[in-house]
Structure formats: structure tokens, C-alpha cells
């Protein structure tokens, strides 16, 4: 006995869920913004400078946030720390910038093990300006298909299957 079109498609869903990563991880898209004020992550020259932002990705969810510098700022420098999504979505990572100096420029990138999160130019200024944040979203798009785009799949060939019987 030939097995029928059903089950033959709760193979092909199951098979595509697995392929997917909705039956285990998944490799979704993820969208991030940093704190800032005019477009710009504003920092002061100090030993404690934070950088903050959102994600919306998973609470306890580690992200690398990478500042370099860029443009005339000498000397050129590359930090990196890692920062804990929070419960609300948000991280922080604190940096050592005493060295710094109030017009430094530098590119602040967050990024997971597998795609970048949210991208900004900042700049060091000096004390007695504010660090006034306003939130800017950077989209990216991660690999794979999305959670949502695999289930809405699977519904589509559930009810082809469904209409051909």
C-alpha cells in the first residue's frame, strides 16, 4: 500500500521544520539600536563609558559590542566587551575611554556569534555637552528563514494538501 498525500506531507513539514531550525535553534533575523543622540553614539573620555542599546533578541542572549576608531583619531584603537540582553531587550557594555579625546571618532558595531545586530558612528565629546540618548534603529537581516516564514509555509502546503483530497 502507497502511503497517502497526508502523510507523505507531515514528512515533507517535519523534514522542513528540521531544515529550518523551528523544530530546534532558530536562524532568525535580528534588529538592534544603539543609544543615540542626532544619529551619533555620544560618549565622554572616561574610564566607565557605556554604551547602551535594544535587541530584540532572547534575555541572556550575549552580544559583542566592537567600537574603532575612525577618521584622524591617532591613536587608532579597536575595544571590545560583551554585553547580557536584559529581560526589556536592552544591553549595556562599559569601555575604558579615559585615553580618549573629545572629538575622537570611532564605528560601533553589536553583533551575536552569527550576524550583526546594529551598526553607528560615535564620537567622544567633551564633558559639560550631554549624552542625551534618542533610539535609532539599524536593521539587518540574519541567515535563514525566520520563525514565522516557515510556520506560514508549512500552514500554505497543509492546506494545498488539504484541498487536493
Known amino acids: 500500500m502507497k502511503p497517502s498525500t497526508s502523510s507523505r506531507l507531515v514528512t515533507v513539514a517535519i523534514v522542513l521544520l528540521a531544515v529550518t531550525g523551528v523544530a530546534g535553534t532558530v536562524a532568525a533575523d535580528a534588529d538592534g539600536s544603539l543609544t543615540t543622540m542626532n544619529e551619533t553614539v555620544r560618549v565622554h573620555a572616561v574610564e566607565n563609558a557605556t554604551i547602551e542599546g535594544s535587541a530584540d ?25 560583551d554585553a547580557t540582553v536584559g529581560e526589556d531587550g536592552t544591553f549595556a557594555a562599559e569601555f575604558d575611554l579615559a585615553d580618549l579625546a573629545p572629538g575622537d571618532s570611532f564605528s560601533v558595531t553589536v553583533a551575536t556569534d552569527t550576524s550583526t545586530v546594529a551598526e553607528a558612528e560615535g564620537a567622544v565629546v567633551a564633558a559639560d555637552e550631554p549624552v542625551t540618548p534618542t533610539a535609532t534603529a539599524t536593521e539587518t537581516t540574519g541567515p535563514g528563514l525566520g520563525p514565522v516564514a516557515a510556520v506560514s509555509a508549512l500552514a500554505a502546503a497543509a492546506a494545498a494538501a488539504h484541498r487536493r483530497s
Request: aromatic share 8%.
Open 57 to 81: 533578541l532572547s534575555a541572556g542572549t550575549t552580544v559583542s559590542v566592537r567600537i574603532q576608531s575612525t577618521d584622524d583619531t591617532s591613536p587608532q584603537f579597536f575595544k571590545s566587551a
